[in-house]
C-alpha cells in the first residue's frame, strides 16, 4: 500500500495563479527554440525513493527531457522548480516538497511568496558526504529585483515587475 498525500488547494487565491502564469509565459517565449520548455502546474513528476513512490505537481518546472513521460507524467527530473506559497501549501512546499526535489537533485528551487513579492532562491550543492543539500543563494525582494534570475538557465531574462505583474 502506498501513502499519497494531496493536499487541498481550495481558496487558493487568483494572484497564485498569475505568478504561474506570468512565470511559463515569460520563460516559455524564451525557451520556443531549445530542447527545454516551461510546464505550469499541469504536468506531474513521479519518482521512486527506494519502494516508495512520490508524485508531485510543481507550480511550475523547466524540463529539458520532454520525451521522458508518460501522458501527463514526467519520470524524470525537471533542471528547475518553482512552488508560489499558498497558505494551504506553505508548509509542505518548505518542508516534504523541498526534500523531494533535494533528493532527486533537481539544481534550482524558487519559492516565490506573491503576497511580499519576494524569491528565494535555492541552489542544490553536495555535503562533505556528497549528499544533496539545498542552500539559499539569494533573497529576492523590490529593494534587489534587479538581481533576479534563472541561475541555470543565465539566458533568460525575466523582470521582477513582470512576474509580480498581479493587475487585471
Not at 520548455?37 to 510543481?58: C, H, L, M, S
Not at 533535494?102 to 519559492?111: C, L, V
Not at 550543492?125 to 541561475?151: G, S
Request: proline share 3%.
Amino acid at each position: 500500500m502506498h501513502n499519497i498525500q494531496i493536499t487541498d488547494m481550495a481558496g487558493a487565491y487568483i494572484e497564485h495563479s498569475m505568478v504561474i502564469t506570468n512565470f511559463t509565459n515569460i520563460v516559455g517565449c524564451q525557451l520556443k527554440n531549445s530542447m527545454c520548455r516551461a510546464f505550469p502546474d499541469n504536468v506531474q513528476y513521479t519518482w521512486w525513493f527506494g519502494d516508495e513512490k512520490k508524485t508531485v505537481i510543481p507550480d511550475a518546472s523547466i524540463n529539458c527531457q520532454v520525451r521522458s513521460r508518460r501522458g501527463n507524467t514526467f519520470v524524470n527530473a525537471p533542471q528547475f522548480v518553482m512552488e508560489v506559497l499558498s497558505d494551504s501549501t506553505e508548509k509542505y512546499d518548505r518542508t516534504n516538497k523541498k526534500d523531494i526535489y533535494r533528493k532527486e537533485e533537481i539544481n534550482e528551487y524558487w519559492i516565490v511568496n506573491w503576497q511580499k513579492k519576494q524569491v528565494e532562491i535555492y541552489l542544490l550543492d553536495y555535503d562533505e558526504n556528497e549528499e544533496p543539500q539545498y542552500h539559499l543563494f539569494k533573497t529576492i525582494t523590490k529593494e534587489n529585483k534587479c538581481e533576479l534570475e534563472i541561475v541555470h538557465f543565465p539566458h533568460i531574462k525575466i523582470e521582477f515587475d513582470e512576474l509580480f505583474d498581479l493587475e487585471w
